[in-house]
């Protein structure tokens, strides 16, 4: 049977380029990062078939991605760095297509490069993250804290606006008028 030649050119596979030309975009892809104007994310691998996967990244760039991925070849176990270039279309109900627009290979060096600055931004915004949300917990807490701070006057030094009680005007201030009969079995030095 004759190969359809018009099926087979349509299908032709996304362009590539070597860690020589990944270098270009890894390094505009990493000032990014170290900056904040790009998000990574880190794909939680215990989803999917770990045997050839070993890490992936993505980074959304509303419709276009990069995704960054290190995996282990099937038959030879080596490792193999990737860099995907991707069009992502929205078509209804939340669904996406995604088209690979071209592609780079990555050493291990480039890659741990990459994984270090991902890493360090994963950790920065979840740290930063986590400040906001025990700053946010604790806002009824300081407000409280610096209330009392201002009223109680242990806490501000003013101790000279504290009256000094004694013990009998303390009882006769809190305590119900008592029986004499019970004052004087407690305390008889107390008067009847």
Known sequence: M??????????????HGDESKAVRYLEKILELLQNDKLIVSQTDLQKF???TLQDHYRIDMGEYDIEVSHSKQPD?????????????????????????LA????DSNQFQKFKTTATDQIERIKKAEEERRFKEAMEPIDQKLEFMKTENPYLT????????????SLTDHILPPPDNEIVSAISPSLPN
């Open 49 to 51: 078939d770990p045997s």
């Open 103 to 106: 592609y780079t290979h990555l």
């Open 2 to 15: 004759p190969i359809d030649t018009k099926q087979t050119n349509s299908i032709t596979p996304p362009p």
């Open 76 to 100: 030879s176990g080596n490792d193999f760095y990737i860099m995907l270039f991707n069009s992502i279309k929205k078509i209804e109900n939340n669904c996406t297509d995604k088209v690979i």
């Open 157 to 168: 030094g003013e101790t000279d606006k504290i009256e000094t009680i004694s013990a009998q």
